[in-house]
């Protein structure tokens, strides 16, 4: 083993982090609902300390190499949003404090609001959705409330581009529509044949990423717009990929009728090992009255001297709530820091050096890897990670290798279009240094990959773990290192 | 790849074996390449279920993918394969032996004509990337 | 601003790419929607933006100058200074989800842990990595007992008693469930009634029952025959936990939860507002496969080594697609990791006292705001940090004049239960002094006479 569980390292009578002996009488317990045993661990604060500081260092993290994640805009995440989310007037709020004592905070969630809908040229946005694949289904709620309130129970169907982010059917699935997939054409475009066949009076909508999985801009996305809203459906926006769009376009121009956000991609919140996230979601003025319950508004206007009283409002048909409270508000700080000290000139720069790096890393690598869809890509672009004359190697095994020369592989196996994909997204915080080191490792992995495979299939050899059994995890299912009370 | 040729195939990776008037249902040895290991069996039907052509009788959990048996044929159901679901290992070692799924008592015999034989499903796999 | 680049490594950058100019890059953008204004302020240095988002905090009144008697499903507890300098360090906070586990051992094992903490302190042998929050956890129960039953049992009782919020976001999450009623908790209910009056409306059409423990109203009750009726019909008997009460409290699975799920929040992690925090749920063996969100299970490398991986990975969005049962992708990672560390570092002893703290000065509060003229403590016999007061006047009221005084009253239940108009939810955590529930009970005396 690596480190023992926190568990392991347990000694029973040691005790940790010490409060004050009660300032008041004891209370008599509740009978008969006194908790007999508390099988928790006990270890001083400094073996705690040491523990999860060891464990942190088994850790690869942007703050140390690179991650070429297509679709999860690995960027830096600045320091600074750390500092501004635990200012303790704004980490140390009640949700529930009354309106008048927390008019800072209101001020910014709304400001976020209108700096969200500008960015994507929309009318209103809500910061409720936790996550991406919330916002999706709040997305796909409010298009299925909109249809609904015009009395048109017809249109049950969905329709999926096939290089879809799971996420894109799941949330259509548990919104109660029947998912239809439309494909992609040799281009990489939606395929417009296909999708005028499959659009018709049960299309509630199109669920579309923009640029699409493949990283490719949609050569004829105002015609799949147009060519959905001739059918009565809506359109939906995707927004995973808007790090290539910033001050490029805005999806509300294009005709997207809703779309969310990820602040943990495109605006630099961090991941967290997985979470937390935030997905707010924009709506054209015809889905405004939909939005989830509640937004953040100005209940009275401000003057020169006073400013504006702001409090919170629940559309007039929401969908309702989808989360406690008001969203991820520690998050939302994060991104209203890190759009305010880009300015429009900042963001436009993101996404161009975002576009920029990803072409350098496709010329530099599109002769040694084949690339299905070779055209100007955008912030990603997707290649094989195969060889007719290397057989023996896939995806995943160059994967593996990469992380022998310390760096995170690109995204594996996705989309489920291109086989053996590789889908490598740089971000723009990378120097071209990075760029150089990561093309030249996977020209050497291609190297290998013919000349001596077994450097591969037997990869990685020198991380923290080597390659481990999955099998045995789904099988031989432990989730659990102590449990000592019986069933 | 094994083919077994008294067998019947579907496009969705089903096989068939018909005794009397009972069908025996599994998945083909392509089928189980594609899962990679199983490591779960689990049947939403049961011994006396009716069941119509289409319909889910076993769901397939490996650790990279989640697959659906879809019967063949209509009829109903007359027995599940529990060792299955404690020897999963078996869809990938013996898929069109131990690893059998479900028997249906088939109500449409000219369903099973419907179905591919095993050239027929060989070519269609081989016209499969 | 983050962007590397020099005018020199550009060019080259255009050079080997064969374009020109960076524009050139963006030509299948339709030329109309090209390049748009973004009117936004300009871009402000680092030095500038603290100014600005000093001069918003100040606009709020915190907890840190505020003395806190409000919960309702947020709580002001301590969180000791080593919880944040963990989840600071870079190699948790900037980490991606640990799809690579050979290099995300650090992530995979602290979740691991957090798995095992909730277990042990909820009873339940399978915990997930975790949901969103209390709320949408709660609705990840939903949505399990409704395909467990494959749509078959139409009908959802739940207490009137289980948090508004959660309530509320759980008829969201199932709106798009036809034939589904959500009952139990209408408003003609009588919001102090017990949970028996829940008994005579479990049938075989039932798929699950939910409670709170301790309730929203703070209350604390024994559901044992609740849950033996639940499982009588063959439903699914879900409790909402406080996670801070487990430390005191016997854990639902004593009293037959199937299910427990809950907010995270009181675990060390700041109130911010009301989120990020996380929800928590566990669940019986038979359930595992029907879970939704990550899990994190152990197993071993190619040289035998143990090690962690996120597995029953089938089950979920990016393999299932349509036919998974829910859309999560995320778990709340960071936050997990910060409980783990938070219930680590208070341990069995620390955990049990704080739990106890929060119980000890709440009925102190409650005793002595109960012998205050124009106020009664109408939550029943037995509650745990939480208390119902039935005041003389209007609880807006009551509060601004609080606040006057720097105190952050309790919640009006007025707002959520119609019949509770004058009615205050105080919370008392193991932050909150004998002082301050003195000054507390002064000022509400001073109220109660003007």
Redesign the interface.
Known sequence: MLEPTIYELSSSGRSGVKYPDPDVPLAKLPEGMVRKELPLPELSEFDVVRHFTRLSRLNYCIDTGFYPLGSCTMKYNPKVNEDAARIPGFSQIHPLQPAETVQGALALMYELQRWLAEISGFSEVTLQPAAGAHGEFVGVMIIRAYHLSRGDTKRTRMIIPDSAHGTNPASSAMSGFDVVPVATDEKGNVDLESLKAVCDDTTAGLMLTNPNTLGLFDQNVVDVVNIVHKAGGLVYGDGANLNALLGITKPGMLGFDVMHFNLHKTFSTPHGGGGPGSGPVAVAKHLVDFLPDPIVVVKEEGTDEVPPLFGFKTPAKSIGRVKSFWGHFGVAVRAYTYIAMHGPEGLRSVSENAVLNANYILARLKDTYHVPYNRICMHEFVAEGKWQDAPEVRALDVAKRLMDYDFHPPTNYFPLIVHEALMIEPTETENKQTLDQFCDVMLKIAQEAHDSPELLLEAPHTTPLRRLDEVKAAKDLVFCCYFPMNE | MNIPTDLKYTESDEWLKLEGDTAIIGITDYAQEHLSDVVYVEFPVAEGDEVVKGDAITTIESVKAAAEVNSPVSGTVTAVNEEVTKDTGSVNTDPFGAAWMVKVKVSDPSEIDAMMDAAAYEKYCAGRS | ?????TEE??R???G????KS?EE??????KA??????????????ME??T?????????????E?V?F?G???Y?H?S?A?V????????????????????????L?????Y???I???T?M???N??H?????ATAEAG?LAYHHF?GKRTKFLVSNAV?P??R??L???M????GLTITGDEPSVDPLSNWKYLLPQIDNNTAIVIVQYPDFFGR?F?YSELAAAAHAQGAIFTVVANPMA??????P?EFGADIVVG?GQPLGL???????S?GFFAT?DEF??KLSG??????????G???Y?L??????????????T??????????A?AT??Y????????????S??C???A??AA?KISNIKGYSICSG??FYNEFIVCCPEDVEEI?NHL?DHSI?GG?NLGKDYEKLENHMLIAVT?KN??EE?DMLCEILEEVSHA
């Open positions: 601003m983050f962007t590397p680049h490594e550009i080259q950058m255009l080997a790419i064969g374009v960076i890059l963006f030509t299948d953008v339709p929607y090209r390049f748009p204004n973004l009117d936004l302020p300009p871009a402000m240095s680092e933006i603290m600005r988002l000093q001069d918003l905090a100040y606009a709020n009144e915190s907890t840190q505020l806190c409000l309702a499903g947020a002001n301590y000791p080593a944040d300098a963990i989840i600071r360090r870079g190699e948790f906070l900037t980490a991606y989800t640990p799809y690579q586990p050979e290099i995300s051992q650090g992530t094992q602290a979740i691991f842990e798995q095992t903490l277990s042990n302190l009873g042998p399978v915990s990595a975790s969103y929050d209390g709320a949408t949505i494959r948090h919020h959660y509320a976001t008829r969201t999450y709106s798009g469930m036809t604390i024994d487990l430390g005191l409290l016997k854990p699975s907010d700041p109130l911010s507002f009301g989120g990020p996380l019986k595992v496969r990550r899990l994190v299970g152990e197993t071993v490398d190619q040289d080594k143990r090690g991986v597995t029953l990975t089938a089950r979920e969005q990016h393999i299932r697609r349509e036919k998974a829910s859309n999560i992708c995320s778990n709340q990672g960071l936050m990791l783990a560390v219930m680590s570092l208070l341990g069995k002893q620390g955990f049990k006292k704080v106890e703290l119980y000890h000065k009925h102190y005793d016999k037995d509060n606040l952050l919640y193991e002094t004998k529930i």
